[in-house]
């Protein structure tokens, strides 16, 4: 080995050090409690092997957090990745002030998700919040949104359009690499605003929209802190990882819990790896 990739190497070592301390220790660790009886509040850890997986199969309260939970993704996510997309090919365009409505819309995604979730406890009021408000205004009766187990979703995905700014800066950097000569030939060729959007701007997009419905998806399946800090009427408001954390902090069951997210880690990795397997067909990268 020369000096120079000794140096390289030492330079790299801190990283290796932490990513051996700090991820592949833990993750290990993780696999080892899922199998036992712990409480986290003693030292007494009883190996159980599989039972807290079975356990976890057959609980209701399981499955009606995953469904929960799956049921918000499979809404959310293309919403999201639409709305972010929309807006972005809006404020891609050189219109007077559209430095500061990039500066609002992607506001959201850098507020604490808690002070989000009590500024939306008041908009989704029933009684006195904004929504409701104007919705009186054009002579419409409001919901009452959390508190009724019908509205509790449609309120949690107004929440993630609201924070759908958080993708818009990728968006917005992908779309000044998009070759200007490309818009001009279809110019030339006919082409409308519609048709450069659709044929033009899409494609050369899909590596972008590839990455954030990545994201998307991850992001959506360990929603936490506007569930945890909002609830729902009837439940409905109980995500997969509010479930989890309930059983690992109120009920104090760290191998069950750990047991949950390791089963999270697996339908994340499946619903990733099928993203993955489709890419060949939709996303553009030559």
């Known amino acids: ?79 999201v990745v639409f709305t972010s997309f929309t807006i972005s090919v809006m404020l891609s365009k050189n219109l007077r002030g559209a430095g500061v409505y990039r500066i609002l819309y992607y506001m959201p995604a850098i507020v604490s998700g808690v002070a989000v ?26 919901s009452n949104w959390l508190y009724d187990p019908e509205w509790v979703l449609p309120s949690y995905l107004i929440m993630a359009v609201w924070g759908a700014g958080g993708g818009i800066l990728t968006y917005l950097s992908a779309l000044k690499d998009v070759p200007t000569s490309l ?39 360990r929603k936490f802190t506007d569930a945890y800090v909002l609830g729902g009427a009837g439940g409905e408001g109980e995500f997969y990882m509010v479930y989890l954390y309930e059983q690992a902090f109120a009920h104090y069951k760290m191998g069950y819990a750990t047991a949950l997210a390791w089963i999270l880690f697996i339908i994340i990795m499946f619903f990733t790896v099928i993203v993955n397997v489709t890419k060949k067909y939709w996303v553009h990268t030559e």
């Open 117 to 142: 979730s009590i500024v939306f406890r008041w908009i989704l009021d029933p009684n006195n919040g904004l929504i409701n408000y104007i919705l009186e205004l054009v002579g419409v009766k409001g």
């Open 1 to 79: 080995m020369s000096k120079k990739d000794r140096i390289g190497l030492y330079f790299v070592l801190p990283w290796v050090i932490g990513f051996l301390l700090f991820t592949i220790l833990p993750m290990i660790a993780a696999v080892f409690i899922s199998f036992t009886d712990w409480s986290i509040v003693g030292t007494n850890i009883q190996f159980i092997g599989l039972q807290n997986y079975q356990e976890i199969f057959n609980a209701d309260q399981f499955w009606h957090s995953l469904w929960i939970t799956f049921r918000y993704a499979i809404i959310a996510i293309p919403l």
């Open 183 to 221: 818009y001009e030939s279809a110019e030339i060729d006919g082409a409308n605003s519609l048709h450069k959007t659709w044929y033009i701007t899409l494609p050369m997009m899909t590596p972008i929209i590839f990455y954030n419905l990545i994201i998307g998806i991850i992001s959506a399946f």
